[in-house]
């Protein structure tokens, strides 16, 4: 997470509940592997680990490595030794999913450094792009009791991570929004339907959801002006005062709204899809993602018959993926730019990976032993 004002904000978090609970608590942690890990953190919990997938299809099986691990420890009676690597990377989740190389060998790799005599976790996190702050980068940490197999994990996970920079790709093909429209018109029955990332403004990256540009370019369009257009399913926009008119409207009624600009929470509340010539766009009362083929099949849309569907989201999650002929990712406008260049960091560390491609020198992949939450830490958060 993002706090304004704070620059490790999950550090400051487990520091107060370490405040309450004392130092000699077992504190074991899973995360999501699109976040960061700072030296404080590792510092502050006994045991982290993180996904292995993405899109995160392991989420209850790392919950349950994290209680696993805990239990282990608590029988063994002993806290774990902890390496932990800074990477200078720092890559958005659309180039490092898991479907795709190198991230798929890196992932599977952490899989047997955690099968190694005395390693008890091995994990891996790609950081959190749209964030500006130090800790903001790779990281990779693994715990167990038998120092040199803890390192030797921690440091030939941090090299693979930075052996293959170069090779991280988008997970689909790439172009602006009016390129990615003039895609889908093109495309034949057999790649339809055609899904469109509407990317940078995905709720699920830390988007506000409400962002109106890409609607506003869709409805534009003269193709999708008469209702006898092209099919185009939009999910989605908030506009909570638009839903309350709509839906004291009715079904089929017609109606003149503004939605948008209006921050909200993760789940819809009420839903009402608005037709504009051939265009379905859903409002919601709160942000929403769509990932399920039930969230329109809800609002009595049907997908797979659409020519065009376009989501506020990354990479497409499983079901959209599988049912998705064609796909492009909208290189679009919003607080999750998948342009990162774009954006204008100012606050990490540098020299970084894609922002400078020239390194002075390899970075310092060696790993940092980080100690116990009961001893005090020392030196800067690397």
């Not at 996904?51 to 806290?79: I, S």
């Not at 005599?117 to 980068?137: K, S, T």
């Not at 030939?156 to 988008?170: G, Y």
Request: glycine residues 8%; aromatic residues 8%.
């Amino acid at each position: 997470m993002v706090v304004e004002g704070v620059s490790d904000a999950e550090a400051v978090l487990l520091r107060r509940i370490r405040a309450a609970i004392g130092a000699s608590v077992l504190v074991s942690a899973s995360m999501d592997l699109h976040g960061n890990v700072s030296r404080a953190l590792a510092h502050a919990a006994d045991l982290l680990t993180c996904y292995r997938t993405a899109p995160h299809v392991d989420v209850r099986a790392t919950r349950e490595r994290t209680c696993r691990n805990l239990v282990a420890c608590l029988r063994r009676g002993q806290r774990p030794l902890k390496a932990w690597v800074p990477v200078p990377i720092l890559l958005p989740g659309e180039q490092t999913s898991t479907r795709d190389e190198p991230a798929r060998s890196i992932y599977a790799a952490v899989v047997a450094v955690e099968e190694a005599d005395g390693v008890l976790d091995a994990a891996v996190w790609v950081g959190y792009a749209w964030a500006d702050e130090p800790r903001n980068r790779a990281a990779v940490v693994v715990t167990g009791w038998e120092r040199g197999a803890v390192a030797r994990g921690a440091e030939s996970l941090a090299r693979l991570f930075w052996n293959a920079r170069a090779e991280f790709m988008f997970v689909a093909p790439t172009g602006s929004f009016a390129e990615c429209l003039d895609a889908a018109l093109r495309a034949d029955a057999s790649r339809r339907p055609f899904f469109i990332s509407d990317s940078g403004d995905n709720p699920t990256a830390g988007g506000s959801g409400d962002v109106t540009w890409g609607l506003t370019r869709l409805l534009e369009r003269e193709e999708f002006r008469a209702p006898t257009g092209p099919t185009v399913i939009y999910a989605s926009v908030p506009g909570p005062e638009a839903v309350e008119i709509a839906v004291r409207a009715g079904i089929g009624a017609t109606v003149t709204v503004t939605a948008g600009a209006e921050e909200g929470d993760i789940h819809a509340g009420v839903e009402v899809v608005l037709q504009v010539g051939s265009v379905f766009a859903i409002l919601t009362k709160l942000r929403k993602p769509y990932h399920l083929e039930r969230d329109f099949t809800q609002l009595d849309l049907r997908p797979r018959e659409a020519d065009v569907v376009i989501v506020k989201i990354g990479y497409l999650e499983p079901e959209l993926y599988a049912m998705a002929k064609d796909w492009m990712l909208g290189l679009t406008p919003g607080g999750v730019d998948q342009d990162l260049e774009r954006l204008g960091h100012q606050r990490i560390r540098r020299p970084m990976w894609p922002f400078d491609r020239v390194f002075g020198t390899d970075p310092d992949l060696n790993a940092r032993f980080i100690p116990m939450s009961d001893e005090p830490l020392t030196g800067v958060d690397e």
